[in-house]
């Protein structure tokens, strides 16, 4: 995204003045440019993180165990004996079976959830307006002994540097003259190689 912003110059307002015998041209001139300013605001946010909770649970667990019973087992003594009579009798016996049963047991269970949290944060906010600014420029149009150093420190705005060549073509006027008062020479120097 592109912005333009254009500065806003009003019509110059010109006088003249006289100060030690030199006439002076005030210039005077209102110009208005885009001034943006920065400013950090307090935002809130919500931020959620995550908590690890621990906790106990109840719960039942079912298994299997050996059940064992004794009972009275009826049996024939000599049965098989052809030289006896039989008889019965009665011996304990171990019998084995197996049951279901449950019990409570404690767990320790563990869960993540998310806890809301509030945050304050600094936000830059940017805002242009206009700023109005005076220019102000004096030069010395006539008099006697005007020095050109003296006129650019009454600048009230900075100057620019003056622009010298150095080096290439230009014209010596304080070199002597050859071939004429247009003549162009080369500006001088030592070529190394």
Do not use: C
Not at 107 to 125: D, F, G, I, L
């Amino acid at each position: 995204m592109a912005i333009f912003v254009g500065v806003t110059v009003r019509a110059d307002e010109v006088r003249y003045y006289e100060e030690n015998g030199v006439t002076y041209r005030e210039t005077r001139r209102m110009e208005k440019r885009p001034v943006s300013e920065t400013r950090y605001e307090d935002r809130e946010r919500t931020v959620y993180r995550p908590r690890l909770v621990h906790e106990t649970r109840r719960s039942y667990r079912t298994y299997h165990t050996p059940v064992t019973e004794y009972v009275m087992q009826p049996y024939w003594i000599g049965r098989w004996n052809p030289f006896v009579q039989p008889v019965q009798a009665w011996r304990q016996v171990a019998r084995t079976h197996w049951e279901v049963r449950s019990e409570p047991v404690d767990v320790s269970v563990t869960r993540q959830e998310w806890v809301a949290e509030k945050q304050t944060y600094r936000v830059p906010v940017t805002t242009m307006r206009t700023e109005q600014r005076e220019i102000i420029t004096r030069v010395a149009v006539s008099g006697s002994g005007v020095d050109a150093s003296r006129v650019a420190s009454k600048r009230t705005t900075p100057s620019i540097a003056r622009r010298e060549r150095i080096g290439g073509l230009h014209r010596l006027d304080a070199a002597p003259r050859r071939g004429g008062a247009d003549a162009w020479q080369a500006g001088g120097g030592i070529i190394r190689r």
